[in-house]
Every structure is written in C-alpha cells, then in structure tokens.
C-alpha cells in the first residue's frame, strides 16, 4: 500500500513521473505507438501519455500506488497495429485488445500483478471481469475521460472550423464564436 505523500510542484511530478516510466519510454515499440491513429488525429502514444499521466496524478494525490498507474496506462494500448485498418483474430478489437496488449507487455517488461490488472481490465465493463485493484479503477476511468476529449473535442473543433468558413464564403458576418479550450 502507498502512503500519501507530500504536495509537489508541476517540476517535480513531471520527474517523479518521469521515473516511473523512463524504462518504458526507452524501448522501441512503445515509441512505434506514436505512428498509429488512436483517436481522431490523436496517436496511441498521444492517448497512452495523456492516459498515463493523468491516472499517475490521482493515484498519487490519493496515495495509491501512482507508479503501477503511469506504467499501466502507458501499457494499456500496447497492442502494436492500427485498428482502423487491421483487425485482430481473436475478434473485436474493443473486446480483445486489453489482452493483446497484456501479452505484449509481458513480453517485453517485467510487470507486477498490480500493473497487469490495469491493462487487462482498462476496458471494463466490456470486459466483463472486474478491476481488483483501485489503481485498475481511475486508469480505466480515465482512459475513457481521455478517450471522450479526444474524440468530442476535436470534432466540437472541426464543426466551428466548418461554420467559420460557410460564413465567411456566405459572406455572412463573422459570429461571435469563443475560443475552444479544455
């Protein structure tokens, strides 16, 4: 069990971070998931740093175990094809990429039961069998916090891009439109 720990600054989460998956950022085929599309124009590297370190700051903040989160969310997408054009034997890629991506990682990590159980169970409840630890939890909850922004927002982003321009080839007015921020 991890112990709450004292408030760091941006800096120092950043490094402690860091730290916990430096080994991971290091080997080849974790880099390669820069190269697929995950969501939108959103890469599996993008989704899986944003997954990772988001899920990294809860724990920590609830003083959970915030290295097997950053290292789980790292690995939780590593199944190593674009699933947009590439379809896995087992099935569908929703149901069945949690376990490619378990089995990838073994291969080539050596990960605790802590760290397997967040990539196997990301995907609850489609996955049916429940998280057994906290850390299983805010990961699979915040992939799909990601997963959501990730796929709402640029689409909220690319429909104002498309009004901006009807009006202005209507020649309408330019509207009062605020600027999209997360």
Known sequence: MAVRHISLSSIQHHRLYESCVHDLMQHEDVRSMDGHIHHNRVTCLEHCLSVSFMSYLACYRLGLDYRAAARGGLLHDLYL??????????????????????????????????????????????????????????????????????????????????????????????????????
């Open 81 to 182: 094809y674009d699933w947009h054009h590439t379809k896995p034997m087992e099935g569908l890629h929703g149901f069945t990429h949690p376990g490619i991506a378990l089995r990838n990682a073994n291969l080539r990590f050596l990960l605790n039961e802590r760290e397997q159980d967040i990539i196997i169970k990301h995907m609850w409840p489609m996955t049916l069998r429940l998280p057994r630890h906290r850390e299983s939890y805010i990961v699979c909850l915040v992939d799909k916090y990601c997963a959501f922004l990730e796929v709402f927002h640029d689409r909220r982003k690319r429909n104002l891009e498309r009004f901006k321009k009807f009006c202005q080839a209507a020649s309408i007015v330019k509207p009062c439109i605020p600027p999209i921020s997360i």
